[in-house]
């Protein structure tokens, strides 16, 4: 890439003014942790439901010393995280990454990577629909009025309702969080099992809704509790088996069909936290039969 | 002797505004008393204005004029002028009434219906529903209708209920508007008996009766409507 | 009863532009008194509950409203939040058409239990218990308890309405038209249940009817409304068997008798 390509267009694509815009927004949402900020949404050059919302927040904090990385359901290699990888690399030229722990600023889709998150990187999350309370509350003013007024019983109708349908809260992703005793949360569509990182977690959390035209955030060191009943307490999804590639435990699996036969397998969902364990050595059982096979 | 109940100088007219502001009068002048243990019954042709009166009595219909005195745990409430909370604690403690008919509440049993006024004076539910059936069993109901809603029984059973739902509190003052009109001479005898007790017990009863034998066997004193009616004094 | 009515209402007025909703109604409510408002449509009765009630800001006058802890407040002085906390534990406000008043696509049980949730329980069978226990007391079966109530018949709705109002044991409960829009037989039921529940847990409550045979059995005192007036009060038994303003003798003695 050359700098005459650059020309066509400001640093990270959006233009000062509407940057500054969105850092206010941001400012404000983390001076109150999961308040839902509104924020004039610009166009961006990708549909609303591929991360317009997440893109905006990234361009309006990134600067040229940062390193991106971008995952889609916890991967680095599939078409959302390819397309906004390269769109960065495009506008911003910037340093772009798949390994977390050398991220500085990584924009998600659905998934915290599996690694620790540390003091000084930020986590962008694509959020589709911000308000939690909407399936239950269609009018924008109730929803206002009950986040201000803390009314929060109607969250708890919706987990009464998976209880008395399935015998446990069967809710298991977009699960809502209450943060620092105030404002309930929709974390955007992440496995439950996610939820626990969020709490207390060193790094800054951002959350972008493009179509909704929200930001919200979870600053570094807040409290981010599970909403639960005391006779059906919050759980995370566990699973049977490690991962099939590099045989981790307590990790978010996803399955994969092998064949039309019945065949499948659990492998990691965060691809560069499996690849980094098979770097080291760690191998699953799909991975043993792979290498006594050759 | 304690006098219970004064009425003194009542007029009552009723105004039909359908009718062109047709006024009606019905009576002026009321001036009576009831003594504790004591009956007296309203006497007149039919017409003349004695339900109206008990009505009155009872804050069941406003009056023009006048005073309705009523003893009222241990001062004396107005009724003419008092407000609808005042007529309801007066009705409830002091001020029981018999009427002809009974306004059956879908769904509630006839039991129930006489238990009702001890319930709302806050006996306990075992026994007001003790107390209610032996009202019943005394008045000759039979055993299984005890359990079912009075709407669907005979004018005679209903009034039974009535009588039972009147008679069952030891309200110092008791108004009958025709107890006896559809009853045997069995049940007319029990409803004498227990007039009788009443009377016993120093309440100050104030009564229709149409039936002959049962006005002159429970009358202490027959007071004449007639002499209140303005037409008369007209 | 104690000594001090629950609700004060000072010359309450509501005007729309230069028409008149109600106007200047001032009364009193007691503890376990239930006070109907009669009126046809027009009279400005909805629109006085809805002041009354916090629903509508009236033009002027007030609406005292005495606290669990006895101190008398004026309504519109109340916070927001203040109000609609007392609106969803110490009130209660039944609506004529039960969909206005219930989560149409959510279970009996948790349209039951919102109130015990918004007020922090948090124990999901406990919660489930006393909405099984109000759904018996408005006489819904129990294995309906999972059921959405758009499957309900208009009666059953409106019962699960009552209940979920009544389950946070509220001193004040506002109806509007409760039995409006049912057939003669389920609102026969729907009465006595109604009655039966007021008489049992002591409820104060305003019932705007224009029926008045809803007024007679619920009610112990009355109010007729005309053009936004009341035009005349009293005790229940009074005004229906004695009514002494035109309106109010045209009101009687429209009554179809069967």
């Known amino acids: 890439m050359t700098t005459a390509d ?9 233009d000062e003014q509407t940057k500054r815009m969105i850092r206010r927004a941001i400012l404000k949402a983390i001076a109150i942790p999961g308040y839902q900020v509104p924020f004039a949404s610009r166009e961006m050059p990708m549909p609303y439901g591929w991360g317009t919302g997440g893109v905006q927040v990234t361009a309006a904090i990134l600067g040229p010393k940062d390193v991106l990385k971008v995952i889609d359901q916890g991967a680095d290699d599939t078409t959302n995280a390819v397309s906004i990888r390269a769109f960065f690399q495009k506008v911003a030229n910037v340093a772009v990454t798949t390994k977390t722990r050398a991220a500085t600023i990584i924009q998600t889709r659905h998934r915290i990577p599996e690694e620790k998150l540390t003091s000084g990187q930020t986590l962008v999350y694509q959020v589709p629909i911000p308000e939690p309370l909407r399936f239950l509350e269609p009018r924008e003013t109730e929803t206002r009025k009950m986040h201000a007024l803390e009314e929060y019983g109607l969250m708890h109708v919706k987990l009464y309702e998976d209880i008395a349908r399935n015998g446990h809260i069967a809710t298991t992703y977009a699960y809502p969080v209450k943060v620092e005793g105030r404002y309930v949360m929709d974390p955007s569509p992440t496995p439950k099992f996610d939820n626990p990182k969020m709490h ?16 919200y955030a979870v600053p570094p060191y807040t409290e981010v509790v599970s909403l639960d009943f005391e006779d059906h307490p919050f759980e995370i999804q566990t699973f049977d088996k490690p991962c099939a590639l590099c045989g981790a435990q ?8 092998l064949d039309d036969r019945g065949g499948r397998m659990f492998v990691c969902s ?8 098979c770097a080291s050595g760690h191998r699953g059982h799909l991975a043993h039969d792979k290498e006594a096979a050759e | 002797m304690p006098t219970p109940l004064v009425v003194s100088e009542v007029a009552k007219s009723f105004t039909m505004h359908l009718r062109d502001g047709l006024r009606l009068p019905v009576v002026s002048n009321v001036a009576f008393s009831v003594k504790a243990g004591e009956c007296v019954v309203l006497g007149g042709p039919s017409g003349i204005g004695k339900s109206s009166l008990l009505k009155m009595v009872y804050g069941n219909y406003a009056v ?10 241990g001062r004396v409430v107005d009724l003419a002028g008092a407000d609808p909370r ?10 029981g009434y018999v009427s002809q008919f009974l306004r059956t509440v879908p769904r509630v049993a006839a039991v129930d219906v006489v238990a009702e006024p001890l319930l709302a004076r806050g006996v306990a539910p075992a026994e007001a529903r003790d107390a209610a059936e032996a009202m019943l069993d005394r008045l000759n109901l039979p055993r299984e209708l005890w359990q079912l809603p009075p709407a669907t029984f005979s004018g005679g059973e209903q009034q039974r209920v009535n009588i039972a739902r009147g008679f069952i509190t ?36 104030l009564g229709i009766f149409h039936d002959e034998d049962v006005r002159a066997k429970v009358a202490d004193r027959i007071v004449d409507v007639s002499a209140f009616s303005p037409r008369k004094a007209a | 009863m104690t000594d001090a009515p629950l609700l004060k209402v000072r010359d309450i007025s509501k005007f729309y532009g230069a028409r008149i909703g109600c106007r200047n109604v001032s009364f009193d409510l007691w503890p376990g008194e239930v006070l109907a408002v009669v009126g046809e449509s027009g009279s400005g009765k909805t629109t006085l509950l809805n002041c009354l009630a916090t629903r509508l800001m009236p033009t002027s006058g007030s609406v005292e409203y005495r606290m669990r802890d006895g101190t008398m407040r004026d309504l519109a002085r109340m916070s927001e939040a203040e109000r609609r906390f007392l609106m969803r534990t110490d009130w209660g406000f039944v609506h004529q058409n039960p969909a206005d008043g219930l ?40 294995d309906r308890i999972d059921d959405q109530p758009r499957a309900f018949s208009g009666g059953m709705r409106q019962r699960l309405q009552i209940a979920r109002n009544l389950v946070t044991s509220p001193r004040l409960v506002f109806m509007d038209e409760p039995t409006g829009g049912l057939d003669v037989s389920v609102q026969a039921r729907l009465l006595d249940l109604l009655r039966g529940l007021v008489q049992d847990l002591g409820l104060s409550a305003i019932v705007v009817t224009h029926d008045l045979a809803v007024a007679r059995l619920l009610s112990h005192r009355m109010m007729v409304m005309k053009d936004g007036l009341v035009i005349e009060q009293g005790l229940t038994d009074r005004v229906l068997d004695d009514p002494r303003e035109a309106y109010t003798q045209l009101l009687v003695s429209s009554i179809l008798q069967v």
């Open chain 1, 6 to 14: 650059l020309a066509t267009y400001n640093f990270a694509y959006l």
């Open chain 2, 64 to 73: 023009d004029s006048g005073q309705i005195l009523i003893e009222h745990e």
């Open chain 3, 103 to 142: 989560r149409m696509a959510v279970s009996a049980g948790a349209n039951v239990g919102e109130r015990l949730m918004a007020v922090g329980e948090r124990h999901y069978g406990n919660i489930r218990e006393t909405a099984g226990d109000w759904l018996g007391r408005v006489e819904i079966s129990a």
């Open chain 2, 86 to 95: 005042t007529i309801l604690a007066v009705r409830r403690a002091t001020l």
């Open chain 1, 270 to 277: 965060d691809t560069d936290h499996c690849e980094q364990r």
């Open chain 2, 170 to 205: 030891d309200h110092r003052i008791l108004l009958l508007d025709e107890p006896t009109a559809s009853l045997d001479a069995t049940n007319r005898a029990v409803v004498v008996a227990m007039i009788a007790e009443k009377k016993a017990a120093g309440v100050a009863l």
């Open chain 1, 200 to 215: 207390m977690s060193e790094a800054l959390q951002l959350f972008g809704a493009g179509r909704e035209k929200r930001i």
């Open chain 1, 250 to 257: 307590d990790v978010y699996l996803d399955e994969v069909v």
